[in-house]
């Protein structure tokens, strides 16, 4: 199992990005897929999440401003970040989750500066 995130960088508040996590060695069509952050000093947060269904849930701090969106013909795994805030500033994680299990791949880092 292998998740490759990438479209981290620097960006100015107001601004956008899209972040991308190609998976291979599974199809993520069979998983729920998710993505996390860690902001420096803080814990790992769920941002978002895609079931299999399409079904999405968002954390409360980016309801509204970030879209989480699959492929499942290119197994890649989007999250469009709109509206950004030097807040969401943090490594973001793209992870594959099957019931109690999950599986991580390395992270891209996203800074947002006012």
């Known amino acids: 199992v292998q998740l490759q995130a990438s479209g981290g960088g620097s960006v100015l508040a107001g601004g956008s990005r899209r972040l991308s996590c190609v998976a291979s060695g599974f199809s993520i069509s069979m998983y729920e897929m998710c993505w996390y952050r860690q902001a420096p000093g803080k814990l790992r947060e769920l941002v978002a999440s895609i079931s299999t269904v399409q079904n999405t849930n968002y954390a409360d701090s980016v309801k509204g401003r970030f879209t989480i969106s699959r492929d499942n013909t290119e197994n890649t795994v989007y999250l469009q970040m709109n509206s950004l805030k030097p807040e969401d500033t943090a490594v973001y994680y793209c992870?594959?989750?099957?019931?109690?299990?999950?599986?991580w791949g390395q992270g891209t880092l996203v800074t947002v500066s006012s």
């Open positions: 992870v594959v989750r099957s019931g109690p299990n999950a599986a």
